[in-house]
T-cell receptor, first 111, second 115 residues
């Protein structure tokens, strides 16, 4: 089992719809969770961080964390074509250990 | 404030050569991490440095080495380049990796092509 797993996609949604991206992790002691967006040929850009169970909202983005089930998700409301990118989930196990990265989910928002 | 800066942006080398990539972290950040990203995959961890000391090393051969300078900038060196080293090399900085809630911020990367 990979430490951080994401569906590779592509996930295709129409413009204006809600895009739902999921990430599961294997290390139960993981403490911090990050979502990055990466456009083709560009570097990852931090869009959300979440540390405690529940929802965290920032504009059109909502991160959801469920430590008991070991998953973290990212919802994008009112999806725009400019949201088309690869979304990377990164998990910090704590204890000075390095970030663990998923392979990313490709999202395509169709006009 | 300037973000993470990397140089060069693009580099073309041939097999067997060596390369040095450079990174300057965000002002005030003391930790630098290096990643290799090949097309279609997530970043693969190479090294992490904090206060000029190596804090972590990924599963890369000894051809890969790095160091961090007193001003917290960093260099990644790769010797005896192979075709498989062709990738986007990313540098990320954070304030202190001891705190797990510290996100990493990436530079624009160096695109390395091996011919």
């Amino acid at each position: 089992q990979k430490e951080v797993e994401q569906n590779s996609g592509p996930l295709s949604v129409p413009e204006g719809a809600i895009a739902s991206l999921n990430c599961t992790y294997s290390d139960r002691v993981s403490q911090s969770f990050f979502w990055y967006r990466q456009y083709s040929g560009k570097s990852p850009e931090l869009i959300m961080s979440i540390y405690s169970n529940g929802d965290k909202e920032d504009g059109r983005f909502t991160a959801q964390l469920n430590k008991a089930s070991q998953y973290v998700s990212l919802l994008i409301r009112d999806s725009q074509p400019s949201d088309s990118a690869t979304y990377l989930c990164a998990v910090s196990p704590g204890n000075n250990r390095k970030l663990i990265w998923g392979l990313g989910t490709s999202l395509a928002v169709n006009p | 404030d300037a973000g993470v800066t990397q140089s060069p942006t693009h580099l073309i080398k041939t097999r067997g050569q060596h390369v040095t990539l450079r990174c300057s972290p965000i002002s005030g950040h003391k930790s630098v991490s290096w990643y290799q990203q090949v097309l279609g995959q997530g970043p693969q961890f190479i090294f992490q440095y904090y206060e000029k000391e190596e804090r972590g090393r990924g599963n890369f051969p000894d051809r890969f080495s790095a160091r961090q300078f007193p001003n917290y900038s960093s260099e990644l060196n790769v010797n005896a380049l192979l075709l498989g080293d062709s990738a986007l090399y990313l540098c990320a900085s954070s304030f202190d990796p001891s705190y797990s809630n510290q996100p990493q911020h990436f530079g624009d990367g160096t695109r390395l092509s091996i011919l």
